[in-house]
């Protein structure tokens, strides 16, 4: 009887160990997402999918329309565009005690939600959310969506965008002060004339030296043909203040009444004080509206505005790339500014109807180095 127990009890552990062998199987079966196949040695795996999607590229194609890019076919989950509340969407609160922070229910649609549509491209790897109406120029929106691939990996997303700007004038630099003076509060500023009239939301100006996050994205503003605008790149002093509907609001230095003055929010440094390419260009599609170049000769070669001033040449302001062909600084100071001196004639024809060229190419014998006279032509 002992011989027959122990076969007993010998055939259950078998029978035990193949049911935990096949349970084990089947469950591994099941929760593995890729291929694999079993040897004397284990399991060996041999392919899978645990990547999410990629956003690759995001377009504001017109004023109802914008294009998000991924790098593989996705399948839509959820979306919510909704508009940008500062303080709000913007927030960095966030606690245990409260379900969503402010940032992200802004975001899911809790304030200012937009209704809006979105369709899938035939290859499955562009999403396009339109609105009916039209997004509003330079109001900013956030898209909020969530996306899958075809093995189930998900991507959650928050996309921030500014409302299409149909309606861009023509814009060119007119002086440009590159040194400030702290014990005067003289700071650096770039005076601009509208050769149109249009809207300036998504405009940027950008220094070669400073580089693209120290570039001033304008606001949304309208301007006419023919007005003067004050760029003032650092906020330093008394009186420094964003004139929207009052133009003689602001009293800081270079401030001029009747003028439209504008401050970018910085306080440090700006420009270069002997070597910079500036740029003004659209900021959606970096075409470049104007641009200007100034060395102080002794440099052989640019240094880090080199990509600047080759994408300058590209655009047929200016002739050559070279460090030559900008103008010299010697002597540029806080009180002295480069001046474009046919300025005044540039807005009496324009004022006339009369535009012979945009971009105005660069020319060195309609520029010169005189006392600053911000706002006055």
Same mark, same amino acid.
């Given at each position: 009887?002992?011989?027959?127990?122990?076969?007993?009890?010998?055939?259950?552990?078998?029978?035990?160990?193949?049911?935990?062998?096949?349970?084990?199987?089947?469950?591994?079966?099941?929760?593995?997402?890729?291929?694999?196949?079993?040897?004397?040695?284990?399991?060996?795996?041999?392919?899978?999918?645990?990547?999410?999607?990629?956003?690759?590229?995001?377009?504001?194609?017109?004023?109802?329309?914008?294009?998000?890019?991924?790098?593989?076919?996705?399948?839509?989950?959820?979306?919510?565009?909704?508009?940008?509340?500062?303080?709000?969407?913007?927030?960095?609160?966030?606690?245990?005690?409260?379900?969503?922070?402010?940032?992200?229910?802004?975001?899911?649609?809790?304030?200012?939600?937009?209704?809006?549509?979105?369709?899938?491209?035939?290859?499955?790897?562009?999403?396009?959310?339109?609105?009916?109406?039209?997004?509003?120029?330079?109001?900013?929106?956030?898209?909020?969506?969530?996306?899958?691939?075809?093995?189930?990996?998900?991507?959650?997303?928050?996309?921030?965008?500014?409302?299409?700007?149909?309606?861009?004038?023509?814009?060119?630099?007119?002086?440009?002060?590159?040194?400030?003076?702290?014990?005067?509060?003289?700071?650096?500023?770039?005076?601009?004339?509208?050769?149109?009239?249009?809207?300036?939301?998504?405009?940027?100006?950008?220094?070669?030296?400073?580089?693209?996050?120290?570039?001033?994205?304008?606001?949304?503003?309208?301007?006419?043909?023919?007005?003067?605008?004050?760029?003032?790149?650092?906020?330093?002093?008394?009186?420094?203040?964003?004139?929207?509907?009052?133009?003689?609001?602001?009293?800081?230095?270079?401030?001029?009444?009747?003028?439209?003055?504008?401050?970018?929010?910085?306080?440090?440094?700006?420009?270069?004080?002997?070597?910079? #390419?500036?740029?003004?260009?659209?900021?959606?599609?970096?075409?470049?509206?104007?641009?200007?170049?100034?060395?102080?000769?002794?440099?052989?070669?640019?240094?880090?505005?080199?990509?600047?001033?080759?994408?300058?040449?590209?655009?047929?302001?200016?002739?050559?790339?070279? #460090?030559?062909?900008?103008?010299?600084?010697?002597?540029?100071?806080?009180?002295?500014?480069?001046?474009?001196?046919?300025?005044?004639?540039?807005?009496?024809?324009?004022?006339?109807?009369?535009?012979?060229?945009?971009?105005?190419?660069?020319?060195?014998?309609?520029?010169?180095?005189?006392?600053?006279?911000?706002?006055?032509?």
């Amino acid at each position: 009887m002992k011989k027959n127990n122990k076969n007993i009890h010998g055939g259950g552990a078998l029978i035990l160990l193949v049911q935990t062998f096949l349970l084990t199987a089947i469950t591994l079966f099941c929760v593995i997402p890729f291929s694999c196949r079993v040897s004397e040695e284990g399991i060996i795996f041999v392919g899978g999918d645990y990547n999410s999607p990629v956003l690759e590229d995001v377009n504001v194609l017109d004023e109802k329309t914008v294009q998000i890019t991924f790098s593989e076919k996705v399948k839509l989950r959820n979306y919510t565009v909704s508009q940008v509340i500062k303080e709000i969407s913007d927030s960095s609160e966030h606690s245990e005690t409260i379900e969503l922070s402010p940032a992200l229910k802004a975001a899911s649609g809790a304030y200012g939600k937009v209704e809006a549509d979105c369709s899938l491209s035939e290859d499955g790897c562009v999403l396009t959310y339109s609105v009916a109406d039209r997004y509003e120029v330079g109001k900013a929106y956030e898209i909020f969506s969530t996306v899958e691939d075809r093995a189930g990996n998900s991507l959650t997303f928050c996309v921030p965008f500014c409302g299409y700007n149909a309606c861009i004038p023509k814009l060119i630099m007119t002086e440009l002060l590159v040194k400030h003076d702290k014990n005067t509060s003289k700071n650096e500023f770039i005076e601009i004339l509208a050769l149109t009239s249009g809207n300036l939301a998504g405009l940027e100006l950008v220094s070669g030296s400073d580089g693209e996050k120290k570039k001033f994205v304008m606001p949304p503003v309208e301007v006419e043909t023919g007005e003067i605008l004050l760029i003032h790149l650092r906020s330093l002093g008394e009186g420094c203040l964003t004139e929207t509907d009052n133009l003689d609001e602001a009293t800081a230095a270079y401030a001029q009444p009747g003028i439209r003055d504008i401050w970018a929010e910085n306080e440090g440094s700006a420009l270069s004080d002997t070597s910079d #390419v500036i740029i003004l260009r659209k900021g959606t599609e970096g075409e470049i509206l104007d641009a200007f170049m100034y060395n102080d000769k002794k440099a052989e070669d640019w240094k880090k505005p080199k990509p600047y001033a080759e994408k300058v040449y590209e655009s047929g302001i200016y002739d050559s790339v070279a #460090v030559e062909q900008a103008f010299p600084s010697s002597g540029a100071s806080s009180t002295k500014s480069f001046q474009r001196t046919n300025a005044a004639d540039l807005r009496a024809a324009a004022l006339n109807g009369v535009i012979e060229e945009y971009p105005v190419k660069y020319d060195d014998e309609n520029w010169a180095l005189l006392k600053a006279t911000a706002g006055t032509l």
